[in-house]
């Protein structure tokens, strides 16, 4: 054989192994694609700290703030919840800033809600109003896979908190500042209130810790971001601080008010909700929230179905009412009519916010059907507006019971 002939064949052979190995290398890539694609995982850097720009779904890189004041295995804990959920884990981190400072908040917060996360646990109560499943119920996570559930893990807690974010309106990662911002108002229960600016302070501590989703402000990554608030300042599930306002009776009383937004009768038009028998239920749905919220209005739902019933009562229990031309609280009943007789009531809400100009935004049941939202609209004026009267009045409800068994009768 010749030296030609030789090297011919050597090249033969070395093309024959290139391609086989190209081949086994394509048959590989094939298979973890497959497995990838039944599995959703996915090829990620084993530092994690740039997958983000490698089109996968880890999110931002930590920024120095973030490693200043998220504990090391905290931030390990958000971001694979962020990854795992594909949640941008800044958000994530900004609310356990918001509600425990990244720290522990174990068991229930006397309102329902318990843990790092500040996760709704307790049924009947301002975090979980009604006999409905409660957030833990139905996002609970097994984040640290070690087999039980808890609340108080940070990994269990974390984990479900990005699923009850998700479900809160939270858009992937890669989502808009906006719509991460309207999670935070739902989470909440609302964008703020006469406390926290909610909302605002989770995405300001969001963007100092790398989030950078389109329509974000310009961060240099300095400590400008509102501060953590300390462990008595109110949470998405209340505290025991006195807040603005109603107090801290009225502010539960907003927001078990807030968390049934939307909901309506079954059948529509029925009349019948869960809040009593079925007949037209505005009053019934104020007194639902007060005594959800603590309030010691006594009796069931029921005994409260027309509307001048609860101003006659805060009337005989400490004359708890004011005149139309006097200012509300949050979490007063404004009353529609010309008075509490019967057939001059006609209408029930509860007062949600006052406005620095006298305005007063409400959440009324019953209206067009369903539990809905009133914008803000001058009391004076409330015909024009579109109410079914003037107001005739306020009640301020009746203080809460000293027993905190009372929250959720």
């Not at 497995?35 to 931002?60: K, R, W």
């Not at 950078?212 to 400008?224: I, R, Y």
Request: aromatic content about 8%; overall charge neutral; some cysteine.
């Amino acid at each position: 054989m010749t030296a030609n002939a030789t090297s011919s064949r050597r090249s033969l052979l070395r093309v024959a192994v290139a391609g086989a190995s190209s081949f086994a290398g394509l048959l590989l890539v094939a298979t973890l694609g497959l497995v990838m694609a039944v599995t959703g995982a996915s090829l990620g850097c084993p530092s994690g700290e740039s997958n983000a720009s490698a089109g996968g779904h880890d999110g931002p890189i930590p920024t120095r703030a973030a490693r200043r004041q998220i504990p090391p295995s905290r931030l390990t804990l958000y971001r694979a919840a962020g990854a795992r959920f594909r949640i941008d884990w800044t958000f994530v981190a900004s609310i356990g800033a918001q509600e425990c400072d990244h720290g522990s908040c174990a068991g229930d917060n006397g309102y329902g809600c318990s843990g790092p996360m500040q996760i709704a646990t307790r049924r009947g109560s301002p975090c979980s109003p009604g006999s409905e499943p409660t957030e833990w119920d139905r996002f609970g996570f097994d984040g640290d896979h070690d087999g039980r559930l808890d609340v108080n893990d940070p990994a269990d807690a974390i984990y479900t908190a990005a699923r009850v974010l998700l479900d809160k309106g939270a858009p992937h990662t890669g989502g808009t500042y906006a719509q991460y911002r309207e999670a935070a108002c739902r989470y909440y229960g609302a964008c703020g209130d006469g406390v926290a600016a909610y909302a605002d302070e989770v995405m300001r501590r969001a963007v100092l810790y790398g989030f950078h989703g389109t329509g974000s402000p310009a961060t240099n990554d300095t400590e400008g971001a509102a501060p953590v608030p300390d462990r008595s300042a109110p949470t998405r599930c209340g505290s025991d601080q006195e807040s603005a306002g109603g107090g801290d009776l009225g502010q539960r009383i907003v927001k078990v008010a807030r968390s049934q937004l939307g909901t309506g009768e079954r059948p529509a038009g029925s009349n019948c909700t869960k809040y009593g028998p079925c007949e037209e239920w505005c009053a019934l749905f104020t007194a639902w929230v007060w005594q959800r919220a603590g309030s010691s209005l006594p009796g069931s739902p029921s005994q409260w179905a027309y509307t001048g019933s609860l101003y006659v009562y805060a009337k005989e229990h400490g004359n708890r009412v004011r005149s139309p031309r006097e200012k509300p609280a949050p979490g007063d009943a404004v009353l529609y009519g010309s008075g509490p007789g019967p057939g001059a009531s006609a209408h029930v809400g509860i007062v949600e916010r006052v406005l620095p100009d006298g305005r007063i935004a409400t959440i009324d049941g019953n209206s067009s059907d369903t539990v809905r939202r009133i914008p803000p609209f001058d009391p004076a004026r409330a015909e024009e507006a579109g109410l079914p009267g003037p107001i005739y009045g306020y009640a301020r409800p009746p203080a809460a019971a000293k027993k905190t068994g009372a929250a959720h009768a």
